[in-house]
């Protein structure tokens, strides 16, 4: 049984509706990705899972357990973590106060995890005190998923976070995700670098018009005669 | 020619009538200002209350001087009132909470645009003015006690032998000093404390801060606790030193917003800033600096008119000016607030 299931998802923000019945599955310590083209509705699966979007039909099920009904806020403390597409960091906050706020939550020690974090992302030591708003596009969305991971997650959940990253530092986030899920942590990624993300993803699912199109694991679909024509280019 | 202590004497006199009173007038709406832009960071409108729950906090200060008065309490040189002022600040909190909760929160849950809350705080303004002037009147209330002055300008001239005198109100100084230390515990609560920085976080950005699981009651809670907090201390800071009148602090509104917008709404450190120098500005366009050029210049030069830039009628109009210059210039203010 997978871990997080989200079942004939249909929705979206109040006109047409964007999700028309897919559903997505990760299973435990897995790196499932989601792909498709723009406007495919990625983002807004993302969302639904994590609640901040209303579901018309279909549910979400988090280890067996319906929360399709629970506020977002709950479902942080049920473990899950969202790093978003746009906006992902406090801006006017350091980057140490960034990755404090993950923490909100937490009772307990937080050095632990910061160590780790410094660990996986070595410059966010050496900006620690600069604004996060004053960093570069990579740099920022290394502090996004250090805040993520801050909140000692069971599941992440990353909304394109390669975008607008050099491909250096994008093989080096690709490779600091499988160390995160080297710890044990399920992690659901929307990417468009389809054929790296893919390559590191154990399930995959091709969203196209908010249904599945295509899903298998991620070997399966990188020889997948369709998805190699449409999304990795040929 | 002028002689040194003629310079002494007209910068004596700039002191007296210039930068005491700017520097006291500055803290008030420093303190004022400040309470807006918290409004305004994290509940994101425009509170046009803000000047009325001034003349509240102020007005049970005032409530508690006289009752602490009838019983012969007093703190001795110091003003009764800041005996009374925690008590005014505990009330006012709580009247402000009650404001949040009967009027504002309806609106916030509803997620109504930043307009409809600008109004309804018009419609609480009226409200509160109107509690205001129910239970102690539309007059003017002086409920200065203590002692006056902490030097007079007859004794500042016998220590010093000049001809100008510089007189320190104590309501000027513990303007100044109620000033630094709220400032101060202010600037450490929102950049120290968990629950501060979980305030900037939640202004910054409100879905993050949701999704780093901040609870929004509680940041808006204590957001109207501060500013309730800092009304009171600033409204009763301008009473001890003028006198309390609940249409001035109408009026004060004005410079209040000025100086919020003009150091960047949003930002703290900017609602300081935009304090003082909307009170600088404000005084030294209306002061008349006759006597300070015939300190100056040489006789043969010495001004006939009074050297006044604006009669001091106009000191609301400069706020205004000020207040639609940055509007047109940088509508970010000094500090890069949000822009409205
Ligand atoms: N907040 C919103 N309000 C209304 N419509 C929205 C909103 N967000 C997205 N949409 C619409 O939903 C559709 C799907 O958007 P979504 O962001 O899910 O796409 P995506 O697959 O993530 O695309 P991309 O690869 O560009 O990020 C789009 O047509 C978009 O216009
Ligand atoms: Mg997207």
Redesign the pocket.
């Known amino acids: 049984m997978s871990y997080l299931y989200g079942k004939n998802m249909v929705g ?4 047409a509706d ?1 999700l028309n019945g897919c559903s997505i599955k990760v299973n435990r310590g897995e790196i499932a990705v989601i792909v ?10 993302m ?1 639904a899972i994590l609640g901040l979007l209303k579901l018309k039909e279909g549910k979400i099920e988090l280890n067996g357990q319906d929360i399709t009904k629970i506020s977002p806020q709950e479902r942080v403390k049920y473990g899950m973590a969202f790093v978003p ?1 746009t906006n992902n960091v406090f801006n006017s906050m350091t980057v140490r106060e960034n990755l404090e706020m993950g923490a909100h939550l937490r009772e307990d020690n937080i050095l632990n995890t910061l160590n780790q974090v410094f660990k996986l992302f070595p410059v966010l030591k050496d900006k620690e005190k600069q604004l996060a708003g004053e960093l570069s596009g990579g740099q920022r969305q290394q502090v996004a998923v250090g805040r993520a991971m801050m909140t000692n997650p069971d599941f992440l959940l990353l ?2 976070p390669t975008a607008g990253v050099s491909p250096i530092v994008m093989n080096e986030l690709f490779e600091r995700i499988l160390e995160i899920k080297n710890t044990g942590v399920s992690i659901l990624i ?1 990417e ?1 670098n389809a054929r790296q993300a893919l390559s590191i993803a154990d399930q995959g699912f091709v ?1 196209v018009n ?1 249904t599945n199109k295509i899903s298998g694991t991620g070997s399966e679909l990188l020889s997948n005669e369709n998805v190699r024509r449409s999304f990795l280019g040929g | 020619m002028s002689t040194l202590v003629d310079i002494i004497n007209a910068f004596a006199l700039l002191s007296n009538f210039v930068l005491v009173p700017a520097i006291s007038y500055g803290s008030q709406l420093a303190l004022g200002a400040l309470g807006v832009t918290l409004i305004f960071g994290i509940l994101r409108f425009a509170n046009f209350a803000h000047g009325d729950l001034m003349a509240f906090g102020t007005m049970i200060t005032i409530l508690f001087t006289w009752w602490f008065q009838s019983l012969n309490i007093n703190l001795g040189f110091l003003p009764t009132a800041i005996l009374a002022l925690p008590f005014a600040i505990i009330l006012t909190s709580m009247f402000a909470i009650i404001i949040e909760k009967s009027v504002f929160r309806f609106y916030r849950l509803n997620k109504s645009p930043p307009v409809i809350l600008l109004i309804a705080s018009i419609g609480v303004m009226f409200m509160i003015n109107a509690i205001v002037r129910f239970i102690i009147g539309p007059n003017d209330q002086r409920f200065f006690d203590g002692e006056k002055f902490i030097i007079r300008a007859g004794e500042f001239k016998e220590i010093t032998g000049l001809s100008e005198g510089i007189a320190i109100k104590s309501t000027q100084v513990i303007t100044l000093i109620v000033t630094l230390v709220a400032v101060m515990l202010l600037f450490y609560f929102l950049n120290r404390t968990k629950t501060g920085k979980a305030m900037r976080a939640f202004s910054d950005n409100e879905d993050l801060a949701l999704l780093s699981g901040v609870n929004p009651d509680r940041i808006v809670l204590i957001t109207w606790i501060i500013a309730a907090t800092l009304a009171t201390i600033a409204g009763t800071l301008y009473g001890l030193d003028k006198s309390f009148k609940p249409f001035t602090y109408f009026m004060l509104l004005l410079p209040i917003f000025a100086s919020a917008i003009l150091g960047g709404i949003g930002s703290p450190i900017g609602a300081v800033v935009g304090g003082y120098i909307i009170a600088f500005s404000e005084i030294m366009l209306t002061y008349a600096y006759k006597k300070f050029f015939i300190y100056l210049l040489p006789d043969s030069l010495s001004p006939t008119g009074l050297v006044q830039l604006l009669s001091t009628d106009y000191k609301f109009a400069i706020s205004f000016l000020i207040l639609v210059i940055v509007l047109v210039l940088r509508p970010s203010g000094i500090f890069k607030g949000k822009t409205l």
């Open positions: 979206g923000y109040g006109g964007i498709g083209p723009n406007g495919a509705g990625k983002s807004t699966a969302k597409q909304d394109e929307v468009q969203l908010g």
